[in-house]
């Protein structure tokens, strides 16, 4: 019998778990705080052990563990030991506790950061499987149908036409409230609130991250600079220069209208990154035998939308208003639910752009090596430019010789009105439609 939490949503990821649990030793889960790990755990997990939890001796358990590491593995297995990275030496217990026992499925980590240690970790191949969580997924919060699935559009099948009745002011609220689990039973208002504080506490988690003392101040500026630039390709230079802009969301001037230095940059965007804030799409190879030359910058990401519309400070109205913001807002929405069906059905989620300014938002590859091509829109009037730049992209790669061709080529639309596949086989539909 597990520790299933009372209200326990399903997630795509319990299978992706079950399946770690019946290879390796230990599975460690990772993502941002609040996604919903440790409850994840706790629906596959015997016993349980809360590094943040206070014990019966009136200390912390991180104390606790601090003074006598194997208090945290007291309890029935699967054993769950929730922000292990709290006391960064129970990775190589765990290591150790697996080679000794050889027993599949014992632990279960969560930790919504990567520590930085004086000594390097022994990486626990073989032992340790990790498995990234993102945020929740249309699917998964019940905002989308799941009448269409990823897997058999990857597998070439037809998909059923289904309507979607979505509104702009519906989409926009859906990208701005996220995915986040507990959320799920607030208004709207009161679920923008809960991500302004829960970026205010990041922040402040940023800010004393390794026992070091940041600017707040300059956190803030480059959070708010990666959101001006989600979905883009900006590099750090560029994200550096944008710190000395003025903040586009209030008006206001930057702190003392210089830049924040590039070395902080660097370890601002780290920080973020060891947060598992940042979910930056990587370029795509199709291993062109030609001249081409294909782009290696990464594309911008954060790991929710709501983040980017919250550090921007921008509402509802503004949102609806200025569709150039929504459109890219919308694309984040479309990558992070792509990436988390992707992940289950095993395939990788990348983007493309090459020397000629070819670019198209979202490739998924299979683990057999096929791939599709995707458009990201947010309207039904820009479907017909996107088939054209699809078939223009899937010539391209014929004309010069791509190892493989796209198999698939679809576009994943905000307000279409209904699902279809057009005479030249590119998919159309909703993202309110999908699931993996």
Known sequence: MTLKPEGYRTRIAEKQLEKALSSFGAVCIEGPKW??????????????????????????????????????????????????????????????????????????????????????MHGGAGRIKHLRIRTMSLYESGDSTGEISLKAIMSGEDIPMVDNMLTLESLVELIS?????????????????????????????????????????????VFRSIARNETT?????????????SDDSTGSVASDSLPVSYDSVTDYLDVFDRLYLID????????????????????????????????????????????????????????????????????????????????????????????????????????????RNLKKFRDKMSDHHAERAPAVLGVICGMTRHSFRTEDGVYVFPITALRP
């Open 35 to 120: 996604c919903g790990k440790t409850w994840i755990g706790l629906n596959s997990s015997n016993s349980s052990f809360m590094l943040g939890d206070y014990n019966e001796f009136g200390t912390s358990n991180k104390e606790l563990v601090e003074f006598n590491i194997w208090a945290a593995f007291k309890g029935e297995r699967p054993h769950m030991i929730d922000e292990w990275q709290e006391v960064p030496g129970i990775w190589d217990a765990v290591r150790s506790e697996v080679d000794r026992t050889s027993v599949k499925g014992s632990f279960i980590l969560t930790g919504s950061s990567v520590p930085r240690v004086k000594r390097p």
């Open 177 to 221: 409230a996220g995915g986040w689990p507990g959320n799920l039973n607030l208004d709207y208002e009161a679920k923008m609130e809960s991500v302004r504080g829960y970026l205010e506490t990041i922040m402040d988690s940023a800010a004393h991250m390794d026992d070091k003392i940041r600017k707040e101040s300059g956190l803030w500026m």
């Open 233 to 245: 390709l900006a590099s750090n230079r560029k994200i550096q220069n944008d710190t000395g802009l």
């Open 280 to 387: 930056d799409v990587l370029p795509f190879n199709p291993n062109l035998k030609s001249s081409v030359r294909v782009g290696k910058t990464k594309k911008r990401h954060l790991v929710d939308p709501s983040l980017a519309v919250a550090a921007l400070g921008v509402g509802k109205e503004r949102l609806m208003r200025d569709l150039t913001v929504t459109r890219c807002m919308f694309e984040s929405l479309c990558l992070r639910d792509l990436r988390i069906y992707s992940q289950s059905i095993g395939a990788r989620v990348f983007h493309y752009r090459d020397d000629s300014n070819m670019e198209v938002d979202a490739i998924v590859e299979m683990e057999d090596g096929t791939w599709g091509a995707f458009e990201i829109k947010l309207g039904f009037n820009q479907v017909e430019e996107a088939v």
